[in-house]
C-alpha cells in the first residue's frame, strides 16, 4: 500500500507579462511533510489553441538550449498548476 502526504500550494505573486505567448510569472510555495519549497518563476502561457499551459522554470543547457530547471512529479506539478491557473483566473487545468 502506498503512503500518501497532504500538500499545500499556495500561490504568492502572479505578474503579468504582455507580448508573446507567456501571459504571466507566478512564485509558489510548495509545503511537503512541513518543508517550504518557493518555486520561482513558473509561467503561464498560451497553448495552440487558445488553452493555458503552466510550465516549470527553465534555464539554458550547456548547448544553449532550453531545459527544465527541475522535474516534479505529476502528483505534485498537477496541484501547482491548478492553483496557478486559479490564480491567473481560469478553472481549466493543461500542462
Not at 19 to 42: K, P, Q, S, W
Not at 47 to 76: C, I
Amino acid at each position: 500500500m502506498s503512503e500518501t502526504t497532504p500538500v499545500h500550494v499556495e500561490v504568492l505573486a502572479l505578474q503579468t507579462v504582455v507580448g508573446g505567448t507567456t501571459l504571466a510569472h507566478a512564485d509558489v510555495l510548495l509545503v511537503v511533510e512541513g518543508v517550504e519549497i518557493v518555486i520561482h518563476n513558473v509561467k503561464v502561457s498560451r497553448l495552440r489553441g487558445g488553452r493555458l499551459g503552466v510550465e516549470l522554470p527553465t534555464t539554458r543547457d550547456p548547448a544553449g538550449r532550453w531545459a527544465p530547471s527541475m522535474t516534479l512529479p505529476e502528483e505534485l506539478h498537477r496541484p501547482i498548476a491548478s492553483a496557478v491557473l486559479a490564480h491567473y483566473g481560469c478553472g481549466k487545468l493543461v500542462i
